[in-house]
Every structure is written in C-alpha cells, then in structure tokens.
C-alpha cells in the first residue's frame, strides 16, 4: 500500500454480485482473504475478532513501521469492506450474541480446528438442523475428518508438503526451492473457500437448502502444482523446479530472458501460427536485426507451411526446428530491447510474453491502471488516502469493489449488536 492524496473512489450503482448475503466471519489467518472477496462482490461481512482484537492484527509489516492494532498493513489488506465486532465467547453475553448473528446470517466463514467451536458452545450441526438454509464454510489445514486434522501447521509447511515448494525455484538444483511469498497457503485456501461457496450459494438459489463447505487447505494447495501431482498420480514421475518456467519432468527450454535494461521477461510459448511467424520477421527487421539472426530462413519456412502446430513437434523434425527457431527470436527481441518495450510488443502482436516486476510496477502497470486495480481508499482517521490492490477478478456485469478500510477494533459494535435487536 501506497500513500496517495485525494479521496476514495466512491460506491458504484451497480450492486456486487453477492448483494443481500449476509457473513459472518470468525477473525482467522486462513480464511481472511475470503472474507475480503465476499465483500468485495457486495456482501455484508462481518468479522467478528475477540476482545482485543484479533492475533492477526500484530502481523506486519505496520504503517510507518510502528506495531499497533489499527496499523497492521496485513490487517488493513485483507479486512477492507467489513464491518467488525468484538465478542468474548467465553461469556454468555457474547456467545449469545455470536448465535444470534449466525442466526441472521446466510453464510458462516471460520477456520477454526477443527472441533474447537463446538467445545465452546457452537454446534454446527445443531445450527444447520435448526437452519438447513445456512451456508457454512470451513477452512482448516488438513479438513474436518482428516487423521491430520490436528496436526500443528505454517504456511510454510502447508506450501511444502502441498508440493508448491517442490515446483518453485531454479535450474540449479543446488539452490534450494524457493517458497512464494505472500501468504500462499491461505490465499489459495481462500480462492477454494470463495468458489466452493459461490456453487453452494446458487444450489441454495435452487433448492433453497445449504450446505457445509469444508476447505482442505493442503488438497487446496496440492492441486495447485500444475502437473505435479499429476504425473506423480498417474506415472510416479516426479517433476523438476525450472527456472521462471513450469516444473516438468523432463527439462524444457529456458524462456526467461534477461532484457537490455537489466529487466526480465519470460517468453512463454513461441509463435504458432502463419501470422505470429510473420509478426516476428516484421519486428525482426524493423530493429535491424534480420541480417543478424541466422535461422531467418527457418521463420519464412514457418510462415510458408501455415505455422506449427503442436501436434507435430514430436513427429516433424522441420516443424520442431520451426519452433526452436521463433523462441531464439523471441531471445534476440528480448535481449536488444527494455524489459517493458519488449513485453508490450509481444502482447500487441497477440504473442505470451510476461514481464517481472516488483510489487510498485505492477500497481503503476498502465493495463492494471486502465482496468481499476490500484484503488484509493480513504482514512478519515489519519486524513490520508491509500492505493490498495484491488479486485483480483473482473465481472462484466456487477462490480467488484473496497467500499471501506478495515473497521478497527469493535468499531461497529453498536450497529451489529442493533441488528440483533431489530431483528434485521
């Protein structure tokens, strides 16, 4: 996040897809980032912390580096759009009010071990008897039934032994795997957690009955790993970590390319058709390097046969010199140009090429900046104005959108606990 001056972006008029669905959400690590989805398709969240506030707001990094619970930028990311209350569950009052706002909800988001709310007094199976209509997501590290339900876990290890680690790193297989950073276990946790209750909320459309969604974290994470498990599934083969390129059991040709400015961009897959092939020989010969590229004639060759196909590079020794010859274009493109340049020509000529940019370029991205991703959001209490990243998916229809900041510690308490009373 981003210091920015000037206001907020406004609501829209257009509601979010998940209007009029009511959530309550236990405050938790893994399960944060769904809740933030939840809000930002329009759904009432409400996040409901203990006395206090939740752990979770002293996780950093913090505004201006001094630690508090209204300054956790990990706090202000993944809670924005909700409303928030305090309840100390281990006193009659506020487990009442807890039940009570389960009792009005649509949607209940926890991740909770797996038992734990019911030694405390709230029975999930007892709430969704007396509400078969209620929808209740949870979120745990191994799942409800698992003999590992218990199993004391990071995201670290959750990363590991889910196999997403095992695929990330480099060529050298002397450097270590590489981890992904940013809470990956409990993003991608959470990306299940939205899609599995997104189906439940259109079978209850349906047939007005809900369901338990239970989210499995490390099977989350597993069928994360591309054809990792996969090919281990299926033939026992165990792939390979390449760098800036997908795993694969036996290695592929490098596609990351260091550009004239020092930037980094990665080629994807070479040209393919007549028109790609031709793209190539155009822009080969407007940067003058035509004369300096030998399998030129591999690319006309490409061009002259209608393209190559990827049915054929295993059977057609021409098409597969066809193929390597488009990727050592692409190289040549890449290495004479900056990282930028080169990515945004690819992407206009309809040919994959991405670019590596540290977390401040992609939010100046001007494709990011063109589709609303960079979002102001409003402090009133420090008179400031933030950039958050903002939605991570676009509907063409109904928007997606950070209507607040994350409430600080019971900041809505009086407007909750007055739902209860009005039975709203």
């Known amino acids: 996040m ?23 959400e236990l405050a938790s690590d893994n399960a944060a980032a769904a809740g933030k989805m939840f809000a930002g398709m329009g759904a009432e969240v409400v996040v409901v912390e203990p006395s206090g506030g939740h752990s979770s707001r002293a996780i950093g990094p913090f505004l201006d580096d001094h630690p508090g619970p209204e300054r956790s930028l990990w706090w202000w990311n993944y809670n924005t759009s909700k409303k928030g209350i305090t309840l100390d569950l281990d006193t009659q009052g506020d487990l009442s009010h807890l039940l009570g706002l389960i009792g009005q909800a649509d949607l209940v988001l926890e991740a909770e071990l797996p038992g734990s709310l019911r030694e405390r007094g709230i029975d999930r199976v007892d709430i969704m008897e007396a509400r078969p209509e209620l929808i209740w997501v949870s979120v745990s590290p191994f ?15 959750l990363m590991a032994g889910g196999g997403p680690v095992w695929n990330c790193g480099y ?18 946790s959470s990306v299940h957690a939205v899609m599995a209750a997104l189906v439940a909320v259109v079978h209850r459309d349906a047939t007005g009955g809900g369901q338990h969604v239970d989210v499995n974290m490390h099977a989350a994470l597993n069928v994360t790993t591309e054809v990792g498990s996969y090919e281990w599934l299926v033939a026992q083969n165990t792939v390979q970590r390449q760098t800036g390129r997908h795993a694969s059991v036996s290695p592929t040709a490098k596609s990351q390319v260091r550009a004239a400015d020092g930037g980094y961009v990665v ?36 061009v002259d046969r209608g393209g190559v196909k990827m049915t054929e590079l295993g059977v057609d020794p021409v098409a597969m010199e066809c193929w390597n010859a488009g990727r050592a274009a692409m190289s040549t493109i890449a290495s004479s140009l900056g990282a930028y340049e080169c990515f945004e020509g690819f992407q206009q000529r309809g040919i994959v090429c991405g670019i590596v940019y540290d977390p401040e370029d992609t939010v100046a991205d001007r494709h990011f900046v063109a589709r609303g991703f960079p979002t102001p959001v ?23 959108r950070i209507t607040s900041r ?14 209860l009373e009005s039975g709203r």
């Open 2 to 24: 981003t210091g920015a001056e000037g206001g907020a972006s406004g609501p829209e008029a257009s509601p979010g897809p998940l209007s009029g669905i009511r959530v309550v």
């Open 143 to 157: 799942g409800e039934t698992s003999a590992r339900s218990h199993e004391p876990c990071t995201d670290l290890t």
């Open 171 to 188: 060529d050298d297989h002397s450097l270590p795997p590489v981890r992904g950073g940013g809470n990956q276990a409990t993003n991608i």
């Open 267 to 302: 080629l994807g897959f070479p040209p393919r058709s007549a028109d790609d092939y031709q793209s190539i020989l155009q822009w080969l010969d407007e940067l003058g390097l035509a004369d300096h590229f030998p399998d030129r004639v591999l690319l006309q060759l490409a």
């Open 378 to 400: 409003r402090h009133d209490e420090l008179d400031r104005t933030y950039v958050y990243p903002g939605a991570p998916l676009a509907f063409s229809r109904s928007p997606w």
């Open 406 to 419: 994350a409430p600080h510690v019971d900041e809505h308490r009086a407007e909750v606990l007055g739902w």
